[in-house]
């Protein structure tokens, strides 16, 4: 009973600590309502700034893939209860991220700033539109599975977990990685862009492109045909607006 009950425990604290990350990751980039945004912190020469924001964004990039992959997991596992796998990998990448905030350089040079408010007002509602696409897309897969609530939940009631099948909810029939959209349109979509903002931006998208890549990569070997017919039909990132409307209606 008290490995049950530690085990729920820990789940709750590792999901605690991924809302914790995603808030004030929110206002990190948009220099709102936290301490320290993107542009804040101690300045110095740039060529150390890049290189330790660099360093930092390559400490979440190694460990979040790493740890995705299931050659790592059935490591992982031998030492760590698959009940709650999925929680330390949630908590470790939100340590990651939160390293990553802390110690991040600020780059203050101005690359683009607009003045016109109707579009400052335009951009933050773009911005504030891919957040909620990034959170409505981890509801419509599972969010509780997603984040290990539901592994640790089973594991309470003594009841064997299954992982959800494959399947292709309304905003997975429209693009593959809606989440991965989500992403990209809330680091790039502002009013005010930095030099370190665009650091953020440019190796965040990046690490993305290349991190999809290798998650499909373990979908077709795990999934075969089916999502081979998947990646045929829907696009990954931008949606085929006759296509998706087609999908959407099915």
């Known amino acids: 009973m008290l490995r049950r009950i530690l085990a729920?425990?820990?789940?709750?604290?590792?999901?605690?600590?991924?809302?914790?990350?995603i808030v004030y990751?929110?206002?990190?980039?948009?220099?709102?309502?936290?301490?320290?945004?993107?542009?804040?912190?101690?300045?110095?020469?740039?060529?150390?700034?890049?290189a330790i924001d660099a360093g930092l964004l390559g400490v979440f990039a190694v460990q979040h893939s790493v740890m995705a992959r299931p050659?790592?997991?059935?490591?992982?596992?031998?030492?760590?209860?698959?009940?709650v796998e999925r929680?330390?990998?949630?908590?470790l990448s939100s340590l990651a991220v939160g390293l990553l905030l802390w110690q991040w350089r600020p780059l203050t040079a101005q690359v683009w700033s607009v003045e016109a408010m109707w579009l400052r007002v335009l951009l933050w509602t773009v911005c504030g539109l891919g957040w909620a696409l990034l959170v409505l897309s981890t509801?419509?897969?599972?969010?509780?599975?997603?984040?290990g609530l539901r592994q640790v939940l089973a594991r309470a009631r003594d009841t064997a977990y299954a992982?959800?099948?494959f399947r292709q909810p309304l905003l997975y029939r429209i693009v593959r990685h809606p989440i991965m959209v989500g992403f990209i349109v809330a680091?790039?979509?502002t009013p005010d862009m930095t030099a370190g903002h665009l650091l953020f931006a440019a190796a965040g998208t990046g690490y993305i492109l290349i991190g999809v890549r290798f998650e499909e990569h373990d979908l077709r070997k795990s999934l075969g045909e089916p999502y081979e017919r998947y990646a045929r039909q829907v696009p990954g990132f931008i949606p085929r607006v006759r296509a998706a409307a087609e999908r959407a209606e099915v």
């Open 187 to 189: 680091f790039w979509a």
């Open 139 to 147: 509801f419509v897969i599972g969010h509780f599975d997603l984040f």
């Open 25 to 50: 990751t929110i206002g990190f980039l948009a220099n709102f309502a936290v301490p320290k945004g993107v542009d804040d912190g101690v300045t110095g020469a740039v060529w150390l700034a890049v």
């Open 87 to 91: 929680s330390t990998f949630v908590l």
């Open 71 to 83: 050659w790592f997991k059935r490591w992982w596992t031998r030492f760590v209860p698959a009940a």
């Open 163 to 165: 992982e959800p099948g």
């Open 8 to 21: 729920v425990g820990y789940g709750v604290l590792a999901y605690a600590a991924f809302l914790a990350a």
